[in-house]
């Protein structure tokens, strides 16, 4: 079983893993300690055998780092606790981590950065997406194509009633058709006017969240298209 944690670090998300249950010892080198400063080879208990899983960019691309941080603080503020998953061997864990990124076309602030790639893992590993943070992309594309329903609604609302004002307007007897005025004209240009608005306006929030999704998907492959032909496999086989 494992402990999972989302990481905030600045403006960069890590999800770390911590085993549980049987105490083990793990001896680890500076290779694969996470910022490590200077040459060392230490053994430390499971206690501190924390997992950092991370998706960091350079100007060649992205890639995935594997890196066990010792002193990781799990008290900390900005570290958000993602409860137990598991049971999975440490081979499946790197199994999950390859395979999400493997659905990344290329690292971009939609769909495919740091946030995606941890809340993606801990997903795959198991944990509940309740305990998961939004993503502030996603959640704007949201609230566009659900902004674009409510100024459609009010829209007819104020269009209705303006027409039907004019219509009983226009319907008055003659006396108070003369004090009424230009009431039906202003009452049936706010109808045209609000019609207007919400079409415009619902059709701009429904482009803004059809656009969003076209680009998230364009920039994740399918799961199935991600999989990996083993190791080995000749040209046809991979073919």
Known sequence: MW?????????????VAQPLGEDFTARIVDDFVHNAQFCFSVEVPCSQFFLVYELLVEPSGFFLMLSVKPDFNVQSESVCSLGTVGPLC????????IS???????????????????TDLA???????????????????????????????????????AAIGACCASAAGPTAASLLGA?????????????????IGGLALFTLAGGYKALYDGLREDEADAVQCPEGANDDEKG
């Open 123 to 161: 997903l795959s590993l198991g944990a509940s997406p309740k305990d998961l943070p939004k993503d502030e992309a996603t959640a704007i594309a949201h609230a566009a194509s659900d902004g674009a329903v409510t100024v459609g609604t009010a829209s007819v609302i104020v269009a209705a009633t």
């Open 100 to 118: 999400v990124v493997r659905r990344y076309r290329s690292y971009s602030l939609v769909g495919c950065n740091c946030q995606h790639f941890a």
């Open 183 to 199: 009431v039906p004209v202003v009452l049936s240009s706010v109808a045209v006017g609000a019609t207007a608005v919400g079409a």
């Open 3 to 15: 402990s999972l944690c989302l990481w905030l670090k600045r403006h960069h998300w890590v999800l």
């Open 90 to 97: 440490f081979e499946e864990l790197q199994e999950h981590a």
